[in-house]
C-alpha cells in the first residue's frame, strides 16, 4: 500500500513539474485575457462534463463569491447540469447539445468561456465551442494530452492550457491547481496592493 501511495505522489508531482515548464506562458496569457474580460465589463463562462463538472463549479464559486482575497464578485456563469434546467434540456434535447441553448442565452461578444475537457472528445462540450466562435467568444480550454479534434477547433484568439498527462484523475487534480493560479493570479493582477 506504501508504495502504491508513493507512487501516486511521485507521478503528481512528475507531472506537475513538466507543466511548469509548458504551461507558465499560457497561464500567464490566459490570466491576461481573463483580466481584461471582466475590466470591460463582460463575464467569464464556465462549461465541465462529466467529473471535470465539479471543478467548473469550483471555478464559479471562487469568482462570483471570493478566492482568497476579500474582494467584489466577478461576474461569471457555470453552465448547469444540474436540477430542472438540466434534466429538461436532455430530455427534451440530446446530451450533445445540454450547454448550447445556456450558452447561447447569456453569451455575449467579448465575454470569455473556459472549457475543462480532460480528453477534448466530449460532444456537448465541442457544441458549445461551435456556438463561442459563432458569438465571438473567446475560449480558454483546460485540456489533457490527447485532445487533438478538440485542439483543432481552435483559433488563434483561444488559448489551451494542456496538462502533459493522459490519465484522467492526474488530469482532473492538474486542472485544480490550474483553476487555483488562475483565481490567484486575477486577484494579484487586479488587486496587487492587497494580496
Same mark, same amino acid.
Given at each position: 500500500?506504501?508504495n502504491?501511495?508513493?507512487?501516486?505522489?511521485?507521478? *503528481?508531482?512528475q507531472i506537475?513539474?513538466?507543466?511548469?515548464?509548458?504551461l &507558465?506562458?499560457?497561464?500567464?496569457? !490566459?490570466?491576461q485575457? @481573463?483580466?481584461?474580460?471582466?475590466?470591460?465589463? *463582460?463575464k467569464?463562462i464556465?462549461?465541465?462534463a462529466g467529473r471535470?463538472?465539479?471543478? &467548473?463549479?469550483?471555478?464559479?464559486a471562487?469568482l462570483?463569491?471570493?478566492y482568497?482575497?476579500?474582494?467584489?464578485?466577478?461576474?461569471?456563469?457555470? @453552465?448547469?447540469?444540474?436540477? !430542472?434546467?438540466?434534466? &429538461?434540456?436532455?430530455?427534451?434535447?440530446?446530451?450533445?447539445n445540454?450547454f448550447?441553448?445556456?450558452?447561447s442565452?447569456?453569451?455575449q461578444?467579448?465575454?470569455?468561456?473556459i472549457?475543462? /475537457?480532460?480528453?477534448?472528445?466530449?460532444? &456537448?462540450?465541442? *457544441?458549445?465551442?461551435?456556438? !463561442?466562435? /459563432?458569438?465571438e467568444?473567446?475560449?480558454?480550454?483546460l485540456?489533457?494530452?490527447?485532445?487533438d479534434?478538440l485542439?483543432? @477547433?481552435?483559433?488563434?484568439n483561444?488559448?489551451?492550457?494542456?496538462?502533459?498527462?493522459?490519465?484522467?484523475?492526474?488530469?482532473?487534480?492538474?486542472h485544480?491547481?490550474?483553476?487555483?493560479?488562475?483565481?490567484?493570479?486575477?486577484?494579484h493582477? @487586479?488587486?496587487a496592493?492587497?494580496?
Amino acid at each position: 500500500m506504501l508504495n502504491k501511495i508513493n507512487d501516486l505522489f511521485a507521478e *503528481n508531482i512528475q507531472i506537475q513539474i513538466s507543466a511548469s515548464k509548458s504551461l &507558465a506562458n499560457n497561464l500567464s496569457l !490566459a490570466t491576461q485575457n @481573463l483580466v481584461n474580460c471582466l475590466l470591460r465589463g *463582460n463575464k467569464i463562462i464556465v462549461c465541465g462534463a462529466g467529473r471535470s463538472y465539479a471543478n &467548473a463549479q469550483f471555478l464559479v464559486a471562487n469568482l462570483l463569491h471570493r478566492y482568497e482575497l476579500e474582494r467584489p464578485s466577478f461576474p461569471s456563469v457555470l @453552465l448547469s447540469l444540474d436540477s !430542472a434546467m438540466g434534466s &429538461a434540456i436532455i430530455f427534451d434535447n440530446n446530451h450533445e447539445n445540454l450547454f448550447q441553448r445556456q450558452f447561447s442565452a447569456v453569451a455575449q461578444q467579448g465575454d470569455m468561456l473556459i472549457i475543462l /475537457s480532460p480528453f477534448g472528445d466530449e460532444e &456537448a462540450i465541442l *457544441n458549445v465551442m461551435h456556438c !463561442a466562435f /459563432s458569438k465571438e467568444v473567446s475560449v480558454i480550454a483546460l485540456t489533457g494530452d490527447n485532445c487533438d479534434h478538440l485542439r483543432g @477547433l481552435l483559433t488563434e484568439n483561444d488559448l489551451e492550457i494542456s496538462i502533459p498527462s493522459n490519465k484522467e484523475s492526474r488530469i482532473l487534480e492538474s486542472h485544480l491547481f490550474i483553476i487555483n493560479a488562475l483565481c490567484e493570479l486575477i486577484d494579484h493582477s @487586479l488587486f496587487a496592493q492587497n494580496s
